[in-house]
């Protein structure tokens, strides 16, 4: 089993400033890709950002030049910095971990943290 704590949600005005960060723990041999996802109200889970090792960061297009996403292999932890926040990216924000069991039997994870909400409003 792998669990992914997260931590760094809250609320803050337009043009604030908040960081994610998520950690995760278990049964793990290694990380394959780290992720950020969000689901606002009344839509579906959308990728923000995702790093894989060695490769450039991945961003959706609405946060381009406001969130960076960073991932530490070694310690598995994972943050998204968010700056100049808009209350249109109001959502739940998910982490995501995709990777191997250090049990090579037990095969690959796709792991997800427990959601922590974001509120940019006035």
């Known amino acids: 089993q792998v669990q992914l704590v997260e931590s760094g949600g809250g609320s803050v005005q337009p043009g604030g400033s908040l960081r994610l960060s998520c950690a995760a723990s278990g049964s793990i041999s290694s990380i394959h890709v780290m992720g950020w996802y969000r689901q606002a109200p009344g839509k579906e889970r959308e990728l923000v950002a995702s790093i894989t090792s060695g490769f450039r960061p991945n961003y959706v297009d609405s946060v381009k030049g406001r969130f960076t996403i960073s991932g530490d292999n070694a310690k598995k932890t994972v943050d998204l910095q968010m700056n100049s926040l808009e209350p249109e990216d109001t959502a739940v924000y998910y982490c995501?971990?995709?990777?191997?069991?250090?049990?090579?039997?037990?095969?690959?994870?796709?792991?997800w943290g427990q959601g922590t909400q974001v509120t940019v409003s006035a």
């Open positions: 995501n971990f995709k990777g191997a069991y250090r049990r090579w039997y037990e095969g690959t994870f796709d792991a």
